[in-house]
């Protein structure tokens, strides 16, 4: 049969005495419910604060906050990438330690791509030794909270198939003059810098009246003319921020009374790790104040929040602490900016290293693989209309002819429940004109029209309306022992299809859930064959083994599948596929009268052997997003290449002109099951 219903209804078919349709059950997709955007973050930020302030450049607890780094950069069973402490040499020029040869470290993760192309993505974790009570900074806006969103990043994106490369930085020694990202920066070999993508920085995302996305002093010539190829990162950020809701600024440049120039260009930031990557590629610079405020409108001025004495928190241990930002703030604020940060920057790395388009790709391959499958399905059900006019023949109690023209109508309804489509139909109608050359043999042709609708699909058709022509040849009739079906279609299909690209952390939080509605046409040719043998036992009573041949190639032409502007919208090549299976069964059939019309219950079990899935395992694309074309491969998974079918029937000739019938069928010993419900009536002139 062709489409899909419960086990469940086919134990209603089994009783043969109404029609059921099926329940869906729902899933629920396990997930960790406490995963949210900036709680990773959040945890890590308060443990550097609670358990390492006073982690300044050559003390003991920097040290000991680049390992809890380490350990909150590794994300564990999610990804190979492990996370690497590197110490370099520094001499502080201020504090305790000025002038002396002392080391610091830069803590490291690797995530790699299929290019050599590489976004650098940093925070530094040491705190200010500026003032004397600098044990005891706890440091959490400046900088446990770039940090913690650090960390919070490295987990969201690992374990996610990239194109380029993304490296994590936790620098040290920041509070000294930008010493670990200079260190780092200073390494990087010339195919580095020039395969580089750029540089995200993170610094000081709690205390400030905005959140701030700023690029970096290579924004602009040396005449003064903006670089657009320096601040797509930074302009990338504020759309991502603004397709969130999230509000993001940039500096916006104004000139201080008495001066002639602001401090930093419109829209550049300044005076973090950034800074020294500013120059070898574009950068962008994550940081929340108010470059609004202050007599020199440089950023310094963090808020005009009334609790907040001078207006910001920058290295004092009396403020930059989680007492006094709470009191000042709630502790909200603080949960809803790591999120927020979390939210774009998240989004921000996806992008710049394709890892959308790759997720996009995979879905493309997947639907492709999908709608070939339930292509393969509407051809199989495309021969039911032959199988049944078989059926009635072998009930008519006298031939209508011996030879000549035969004209014949079969209309058909399915209802489908399966693990790919849940809740469909299928209507089938189809015309047809036949020769008997004598009672045992018949030929005939006809054109069929059918239209299928699925819902809940994720990835696959959502509506296929085709028209087919077909060809048929049946051998044998009520009293033959031998019998043949043999049907051949070709089917255009109009598809309307939906596919979802959905891409989500190892622990459940969603990073991109598109669903693109697109239009594509197919062409299907099919053939179905089977032969059997019937012991006559009685007038009642048939039984005997068959063999069945089912055949199909589905061509798919090339489309567009979702609007261009969107970042998986991509162009998909034509594909071509052939899928073959043979099933060897045991039918029984009982026929009586009832009430006066002959009538037939058939039961049919079989073992179904799949010697050619049709199933695609690379498919070639172009993405809107960059124009590039794309061959896409995929590891098969097992595709039930065996497995068993139970098909229970009952049919009548409830009128000399009129055949009646009511399907049902199921597989089992699948991981993929799929079972059907139909209903039809033939009608013969």
Known sequence: MT???????????????????SQATAQISAINADAKYGAYGEETAYTLIREHAGRYTGGNMELEAAKYMQDRMTISNASDNQAE????????????????????????????????????????????????????????????????????LTKNLSGIDLEHNLQFIAFGAEEDGLKGSKAFARDLTDAQKASALGMVNLDSLITGDFMYAHSGRNSYDKNGNAVPENTTLRDNAHRIAKELGIELKMNPGLIPEGQTKPYRPAGVGCCSDQDSFDGLMQVVGFESTNWELGDDLDGYTQTDNPKIEDGYTWHDPSKDNEKYLTEAFGKDHISQRMADYSRIITRLLVEQTNADIIQSNKSAISLQNMMGLQLK???????????????????????????????????SQSYV?????????????????????????????????????????????KTDTNYGVQAYSLLGNKNSAWWN?????????????????????????????????????????????????????NEKVKHGAFLALNYSKVDIDGYNTGAVDSRTALTVNSTSSDAFDAELGYQMQYNFNFKGAPTKLQ????????????????????????????????????????????????????????????????????????????VGLQYQF
């Open 3 to 21: 489409i899909k219903l419960s086990p469940l209804t086919l134990s209603v078919i089994a009783a043969l005495t109404m029609l059921a349709s």
């Open 85 to 152: 402490i590197r110490p370099f040499k520094v001499k502080p020029t201020r504090g305790i330690f000025k002038d002396q040869d002392i080391t610091s470290h830069n803590v490291v993760v690797t995530q790699k791509g299929t290019t050599d192309k590489t976004l650098y993505v940093g925070a530094h974790y040491d705190s200010a030794i500026a003032y004397p009570n600098y044990k005891t900074l706890e440091a959490l806006d400046d900088n446990a909270s770039g940090s913690g969103v650090l960390a919070e």
């Open 377 to 411: 399905e509407a051809a199989t059900g495309s021969h039911s209309a032959i199988v049944e006019r078989a059926n009635s023949v072998a009930l008519t109690t006298s031939e209508p002819s011996e030879s000549g023209i035969n004209f014949w109508v079969d209309g």
């Open 417 to 461: 429940d399966a693990d790919d489509i849940d809740n469909g139909h299928r209507a089938q109608v189809g015309v047809y004109g036949e020769y008997a050359s004598n009672p045992n043999w018949r030929v005939g042709l006809g054109l069929q029209a059918a239209n299928q609708y699925n819902s809940d699909i994720d990835n696959g058709i």
């Open 485 to 537: 079906t043999t049907s051949l279609n070709y089917s255009k299909h109009n598809l309307d299809t939906n596919r979802t690209v959905k891409l989500d952390t190892h622990d459940g939080i969603n990073i991109i859930n598109n669903s693109h509605q697109d239009r594509a046409d197919a062409d299907v040719f099919s053939a179905y064959n089977e032969l059997g043998y019937n012991f006559l036992m």
């Open 603 to 678: 039961g049919k079990l079989a073992y179904v052997n799949v010697i050619e899935d049709g199933m695609l395992d690379s498919l070639t694309t172009t993405s809107s997003a960059d124009g590039q074309r794309r061959d896409v491969k995929i590891g098969q998974l097992d595709n039930d290449d065996s497995y068993g079918r139970l098909g229970l029937s009952v049919s009548s000739k409830v009128h000399k002109k009129v055949h009646a019938y009511l399907n049902g069928d199921t597989t089992f010993a699948r991981d993929n099951k799929q079972s059907a419900v139909q």
